[in-house]
């Protein structure tokens, strides 16, 4: 790589970041994938923050791309607190594991500063080494004291999380209509969608979650 440029995202480069999403995407978690169409729709979902909708150009061309929404975390007092969720993160095929994807991670935290906090769904491998810890260490579960084990967080503001339990709820801005995104991927080339092993991987961290007893203290093992 021999020049990379972070920016934001302009009006001319939303197919380049859409044909990179189904790049990236393809037959990942699903046979096909949606996620160009959602980086289509949430540019105009009124949660969408566009200061930080920022893509990577390497060489000239785009090749990374990362999109946020606000979300929002609760306490059991009904104090609601303003996060910030990123996806869909892309970076094309071609330069992955070569750290473009951690680069645009890290300058879009610097950009958020003065957020307390990110919260994603993942795979873990991909993101504990930009920071991120399970939601059970910071002590952040969904509805029904729940703590999946792809749901993972990363303090923005140093000493944010203080024990508290807080329920986490994401934009419905991902809401999406099934058949709108499958009208939409008609207007790209034809790929053939099929099954690959990162689907189960997929499945099974999509499906899992940590138990633990709920007064266990936050980042317990038992």
């Known amino acids: 790589m021999d020049h990379l440029l972070i920016r934001p995202e302009q009006t001319g480069d939303y197919r380049a ?3 990179l999403h189904r790049r990236a995407f393809w037959n990942l978690y699903v046979p096909g994938c949606q996620e160009h169409y959602i980086a289509h729709v949430l540019r105009s979902h009124p949660d969408f923050v566009p200061e ?8 000239g061309r785009v090749a990374a791309s990362i999109m946020y929404t606000r979300s ?9 607190v303003d996060i910030l969720t990123f996806g869909p993160l892309a970076v094309d095929p071609a330069l992955q594991r070569r750290g473009v994807g951690k680069r645009l991670m890290a300058e879009s935290f610097r950009r958020a500063a003065g957020c307390p906090a990110v919260v994603i769904f993942g795979n873990p491998g991909n993101y504990v080494s930009s920071g991120f810890k ?8 969904l ?3 729940v703590f999946p084990a792809a749901m ?3 303090e923005l503001t140093p000493g944010f999380f203080d024990g508290r339990r807080y ?5 419905p801005a991902f809401q999406i209509d099934p058949q709108a995104a499958e009208d939409f991927d008609r207007d790209f080339p034809p790929m053939e969608r099929a ?11 999509s499906n899992s979650v940590i138990r633990l007893p709920a007064d266990a203290e936050p980042g317990s093992s038992e």
């Open 52 to 59: 930080l909708d920022l893509v990577c150009e390497v060489d």
């Open 167 to 171: 329920l986490y709820a994401d934009s």
């Open 152 to 154: 993972l967080v990363r």
């Open 17 to 19: 970041v859409e044909e």
């Open 72 to 80: 929002w975390l609760t306490d059991r007092q009904g104090t609601r």
């Open 143 to 145: 509805e029904g004291d």
């Open 195 to 205: 099954f690959q092993p990162s689907q189960e991987e997929f499945f099974i961290h």
């Open 134 to 141: 399970s939601c059970r260490r910071y002590n952040v579960c």
